[in-house]
């Protein structure tokens, strides 16, 4: 079945450093891809999506490229803050039947100052 | 605004009771979601539902009961005999075809404690 694997936190960065957090994934045809952003004790919201092979995600300096050779949604962002402190979710929707979203198991980030 | 509202944001529960998570949701949305999550765990879904009064099991939903009687509301019910129930409930709801595009929105979550 479809399936999506994420890279394990926490992920502990420095401000301004770069951010990279890996996800692959797993899914017959062509899925979409997404991820989200949970804050603490908050629900998820979507930070960005991507639909089909080549497309860029991207909101908030956050971006994801759909990798199709590689089956890659990798999350980047050029200089984190402070505030990016929160776990992510990567997450894809099948292209068949009841488009049904399956997440990755999610990753800490923890930004010092 | 549209959005979804989950009530109450705490619960605690005894041992051997039943409760009952709200779910609301006035965006017009015909799939709606529960899912558990558990520390270092993700997201884990309960069951969920593409119409009313219709509903299917998810990956865990022992000790779980759902009813979607109206298209804006997906309430879950706790039972006595769901053991571990200590966790952090979302509800979650879609466009039914077209989550390809739109994906989930997420409520803001109940925190239920077993005390």
């Known amino acids: 079945g479809d399936s999506v694997t994420q890279m394990e936190g926490p992920v502990t960065l420095s401000e301004e450093a770069f951010l990279t957090i890996n996800c692959t994934y797993t899914?017959?045809?062509?899925?979409?891809l997404f991820w989200y952003v949970q804050y603490p004790g908050e629900g998820l919201q979507l930070l960005l999506k991507?639909?089909?092979?080549?497309d860029k995600g991207s909101n908030k300096g956050f971006e994801a490229t759909y990798r199709k050779e590689t089956t890659s949604f990798h999350l980047e962002k050029g200089s984190v803050q402070v505030s990016d402190s929160a776990v992510y979710f990567c997450?894809?929707?099948?292209?068949?039947?009841?488009?049904?979203?399956?997440f990755g198991t999610g990753t800490r980030l923890l930004v010092s100052p | 605004d549209g959005g979804i509202t989950q009530s109450p944001k705490y619960l605690f529960r005894k041992e051997g009771q039943n409760v009952t998570l709200s779910c609301e949701q006035n965006?017009?949305?015909?799939?709606m979601y529960w899912y558990r999550q558990d520390p270092g765990q993700g997201l884990r879904l309960i069951y969920y539902?593409?119409?009313?009064?219709?509903?299917q099991k998810g990956d865990i939903a022992e000790g779980y009961s759902v009813s979607r009687e109206k298209k804006e509301s997906f309430p879950l019910t706790v039972t006595s005999a769901q053991k571990n129930p200590t966790a952090f409930y979302l509800c979650?709801?879609?466009?039914?075809?077209?989550?390809?595009?739109?994906?989930?929105?997420f409520g803001s979550g109940t925190r239920l404690t077993v005390v």
């Open positions: 965006l017009n949305h015909d799939a």
């Open positions: 539902s593409q119409i009313v009064n219709d509903f």
């Open positions: 899914a017959t045809g062509y899925p979409s």
């Open positions: 991507a639909t089909k092979a080549d």
């Open positions: 997450a894809l929707s099948g292209a068949f039947g009841f488009q049904k979203l399956v």
């Open positions: 979650a709801s879609s466009i039914k075809v077209d989550v390809l595009n739109y994906g989930y929105t």
